[in-house]
């Protein structure tokens, strides 16, 4: 029995559907609810009333793209989607069944700055930073925001911890793309073998629950795409994601029941070498709270980490007074030391 029908079987309440909001597979439930047995009347109304939401939410990320990437075309900045902008109309039978929180857009390095400027001047308003270029000189992404409009996630790499960006260039995924036609705009999108790659990552080293939609993703894409074996071992083992690979299908079997070919396995796992394992063991969920100083750490220079960690030690007022309120154990002590550095 796969993932969702087991969080079908469970909902029998406010819980069980919560579950399944949170695995992301509440409008997929609905959608399945035909080849699933009988469920209460007011389960069924719930996940129509879910389905519906996503389906307004969608809507509503489509004609933002049908804005956006003719902006950035008429801009000059090459713009590539990431995650459910570049899945949910491909790999699903309707854009609904795959829930969007954001829209995350890829652009180089390079083109970061103008990206922003791009974005105010469309009305979206920047996440605050840390401190002013904080971001931009130490960080992979940052958030954008407009009312009546689903955030935008504007990333220049595609991982978030320095040091996998450092082997994992961002040119070699721009050189996996195809054009594809996403709300009458022709977009960019990774092929087959680097999105899985990147799906894999984005699951096992940004985060740490293994996501019911995120898994879903993978096997979905293993089942109707094809993979190239060769590209994806070497690239896994050139870039160090050989373990964080692993993990995710670990994941989608457990999940799906589906996974990649046990020889293709055994061949990333024996290319993976001792510092594949080792970056992957200090990415580890409990080293989650010390991600900060590793990603001071990793950077290039001694006059960067020193700039890296004058960032993280005093960040803005600014900074502060926006996400005092969700910070990490981390921030805290964070916070603390710059008041008694100020003191």
């Known amino acids: ?26 409008p997929l439930a609905f959608h399945s609810l035909a080849k699933l047995p009988p469920v209460a009347p007011a389960l069924g109304a719930q996940l129509a009333a879910e389905h519906q939401r996503s389906a307004r939410l969608n809507l509503s990320a489509l004609a933002d793209l049908h804005t956006l990437v003719p902006a950035f075309a008429a801009a000059g900045i090459p713009l590539l989607l990431l995650k459910g902008a570049a899945l949910a109309t491909r790999l699903y039978p309707a854009p609904s069944l ?105 699951l096992t ?27 994806l071992r070497d690239a896994a083992a050139r870039f160090a994601l050989g ?31 001792w510092s594949a394992r080792w970056r992957w063991a200090l990415a580890a969920e409990r080293w989650r709270a010390l991600r900060p100083l590793w990603n001071i750490a990793a950077q290039p220079s001694l006059r960067q980490r020193l700039a890296a960690a004058h960032a993280a030690l005093l960040p803005s007022a600014e900074y502060l007074r926006a996400w005092h309120g969700n910070a990490t154990h981390l921030d805290r002590w964070l916070t603390k030391t710059r008041r008694l550095l100020l003191s």
């Open 1 to 26: 029995m796969d993932l969702l029908h087991r969080l079908i079987a469970n909902c029998h309440d406010e819980v069980g559907l919560a579950a399944l909001r949170a695995a992301g597979l509440a």
């Open 243 to 273: 373990p964080a690979l692993l993990a995710a299908d670990d994941a989608t079997r457990a999940h799906w029941n589906t996974g990649l070919a046990p020889a293709l396995r055994h061949e990333i796992a024996a290319a993976s070498n």
């Open 205 to 231: 080293l940004h985060h740490f629950d293994a996501r019911g939609i995120w898994t879903h993703d993978i096997a979905l894409l293993l089942a109707r795409w094809p993979i190239d074996a060769a590209l």
């Open 98 to 202: 795959r829930p969007m929180r954001d829209l995350d857009l890829l652009v180089p390095p390079h083109d970061a700055t103008r990206a922003h400027a791009l974005l105010t001047s469309l009305g979206y308003t920047a996440a605050p930073e840390r401190r002013p270029g904080a971001q931009l000189a130490f960080g992979s992404e940052r958030s954008y925001r407009r009312p009546g409009h689903l955030a935008v996630e504007l990333h220049w790499h595609l991982l978030n911890l320095t040091s996998y960006q450092r082997l994992t260039p961002a040119a070699w995924f721009w050189q996996q793309t195809e054009t594809i036609t996403i709300a009458g705009a022709s977009a960019l999108v990774l092929r087959p073998t680097a999105q899985l790659l990147h799906l894999a990552a984005h």
